[in-house]
């Protein structure tokens, strides 16, 4: 599978590719573009294309990608279920969502204060973000 996304990945994006790898497809490739180009980019690429308006995997309502996913590969882990109200919260600024929301949203934004410039590798943030994403599964998975 090969999906396509805005550059400059943050929470939801990046969990997103996380649940891919994790919960779906392990060899599937993430194409990060700007956010003008995703559609252009999904058609001549064959992907599928996520977090951007009006598409499958994309926010609906108060509902985040990382939901959308959930849903259309019928992922019901109460763990990953969790796992999406946390996401949801720290994605959309509704930090209060959860408990979790407002930390996991500091620590996306630690990470990217940690890039060397302003132009960030979104794989190298997706390896370097994917053990917390782990740490949050196996919490969610304790308390859910």
Request: with cysteine.
């Amino acid at each position: 599978m090969k999906f396509v996304t805005r550059a400059h990945a943050r929470v939801d994006r990046i969990a997103c590719a996380w649940l891919v790898h994790r919960f779906i497809d392990p060899t599937a490739e993430f194409l990060y573009v700007p956010a003008a180009d995703v559609m252009r980019v999904a058609e001549r690429e064959n992907a599928i294309p996520f977090d951007v308006p009006n598409v499958e995997l994309g926010h609906r309502d108060e509902l985040c990608s990382f939901d959308a996913f959930l849903e259309k590969y019928k992922l019901e882990d109460p763990a990953l279920r969790s796992m999406a109200a946390i996401i949801r919260g720290a994605d959309t600024n509704v930090l209060d969502l959860t408990p979790e929301s407002a930390g996991l949203h500091a620590i996306a934004d630690g990470f990217h204060a940690l890039q060397p410039s302003r132009f960030i590798n979104d794989h190298a943030m997706l390896r370097a973000e994917s053990p917390l994403y782990d740490a949050l599964y196996e919490y969610c998975k304790t308390t859910a």
